[in-house]
């Protein structure tokens, strides 16, 4: 019942905590409805979509322009500058889109990496606008946002305009009898027969109607502004592929740098243990030998001092061999690995492990080394009184989870075992997550790929 139950229990848990939350935040959501049509927030999306009409227009323009020109000249070399420029001139648009999404949709978007040529002058600059993905993007942009630019601004303006209009109309309607031959606001008008809002159950209606879509405009201009969010981000922001290209750059400096620690760890060990222990061995081994005649004691007991660092030194390479991928990981996996790492913890330890199947050999080293750390953590600085480990499987990933009754108040700093633990797990896609608080113990779970 393990790590099985405890994550059926937290569902379940947080299913209620939800209940409770819906209750009481029913009073809130009919504010925020009602709030919705003079909300900054609505005020700033409509802005949006009003701006965004007269711009795109100017985008189109440019866009079409360029590409009319560029295409028209293309059998002379003279439109291959002219697309050097469109493509410049687009990525200019880009950084004020952002920054116009930014301001009025709070919506921060990666600006994709400049556009960087392999050699100095205007060809090779020309080269790598034309050969860069992301500025043939920012054209694309100009040229599809125009007609859902004018969609959204007639839409927004409509439904802006319509429902104020109708639900202050009990205000206006008088405007009619006064200064026209009309008693109201004309609905339609058949033959001979025109149908005026102007009786009072009529104009009470009407504006009930205008409330109505004074209400639901904010959410139609919400809506409206999704797609330009999707727009931005898609065809304006950084892409993707690049984004991930970079994280694995990055993944491999970590990779690299904990490669190069582990061998430096492994040279240092060897060094002021096994061969300082060989070294020594060596000496009193040849001073036995040399008084093996003269004092037959002495070389005895040179022998005897030799055959016990032989077993330091043993029992160093032993631990060293464990530190770099122990035997029974291999063997016998994560079960009996993590046992055996349990037992030589300062505090008692349950262990709890529940996988079908074993995972890739990388992750079940990772997951390994990662409950190591994790426990020489609790018993050197955590204070308790026991430990306990869960390794579980969850779809395609491999979940572990390290707790005590401690003192808590552990957290990922720089330099320290956790933050080097969260770059390690992050260089394979896994994630850290440390619950510490003060004085109640500590809850560290990691999440790594069940395929590396």
């Not at 999404?101 to 994709?112: E, F, M, Q």
């Not at 992301?134 to 303006?157: E, T």
Request: hydrophobic content about 50%; proline content about 4%; aromatic content about 6%.
């Amino acid at each position: 019942m393990g790590p099985g139950a405890r994550v059926e229990g937290s569902r379940r848990s947080g299913k209620g905590g939800s209940g409770n939350m819906g209750n009481g935040k029913g009073g809130g959501g009919l504010r925020t409805v009602l709030g919705a049509p003079v909300a900054a927030r609505t005020w700033r999306e409509f802005a949006y979509l009003l701006v965004g009409l007269p711009l795109s227009t100017l985008y189109f323009s440019l866009a079409i322009t360029g590409v009319s020109l560029g295409a028209g000249l293309l059998v002379t070399f003279l439109g291959v500058p002219v697309f050097a420029v469109l493509l410049a001139v687009g990525r200019g648009i880009g950084v004020l889109e952002r920054a116009r999404v930014r301001g009025l949709l709070g919506v921060r978007v990666a600006a994709p990496a400049p556009v960087r040529a392999a050699k100095p002058g205007a060809l090779a600059a020309m080269g790598a606008l034309l050969t860069n993905g992301s500025a043939w993007r920012h054209v694309l942009y100009c040229l599809i946002h125009f007609p859902w630019a004018v969609f959204g601004f007639c839409v927004a303006l409509t439904f802006w305009a319509s429902g104020w209009a109708y639900l202050l109309y009990p205000l206006w309607y008088w405007v009619f009898p006064a200064f026209t031959d009309q008693p109201g606001l004309q609905l339609f008008q058949n033959d001979d027969y025109t149908f005026h809002l102007d009786a009072p159950a009529e104009i009470a209606l009407t504006s009930l109607v205008g409330l109505a879509l004074t209400l639901a405009t904010p959410w139609v201009i919400r809506a409206l502004t999704t797609v330009d969010r999707v727009l931005v981000v898609g065809l304006l922001g950084a892409s993707r592929l690049a984004d991930r290209v970079t994280e694995l750059e990055s993944d491999r400096g970590v990779v690299v740098d904990t490669a190069a620690a582990d061998l430096r760890r492994i040279e240092r060990d060897l060094h002021d243990g096994a061969q300082a222990r060989l070294a020594s061995l060596a000496m009193e081994l040849g001073s036995a030998r040399e008084r093996l005649v003269e004092d037959p004691q002495a070389a005895a007991r040179l022998v005897d001092e030799a055959h016990g660092e032989v077993k330091v030194a043993l029992q160093e390479l032993r631990d060293l061999a464990r530190g770099i991928h122990p035997a029974v990981l291999t063997d016998r996996g994560l079960d009996a690995a993590l046992s055996s790492v349990a037992s030589r913890c300062a505090v008692p330890v349950r262990v709890a492990v529940d996988l079908p199947e074993r995972p890739s050999a990388a992750v079940e080293g990772i997951a390994y080394f990662t409950v190591s750390e994790l426990l020489r953590n609790v018993s050197s600085h955590a204070g308790a009184r026991s430990a306990s480990v869960d390794v579980w499987k969850s779809g395609e990933r491999l979940l572990l989870q390290v707790g005590d009754d401690g003192r808590g108040g552990a957290a990922v700093r720089a330099g320290a075992g956790l933050a080097g633990l969260t770059e390690r797990l992050d260089a394979v896609d896994g994630v850290l997550v440390v619950d510490s608080p003060a004085g109640g113990g500590t809850t560290v779970t990691a999440e790594l790929p069940w395929r590396a």
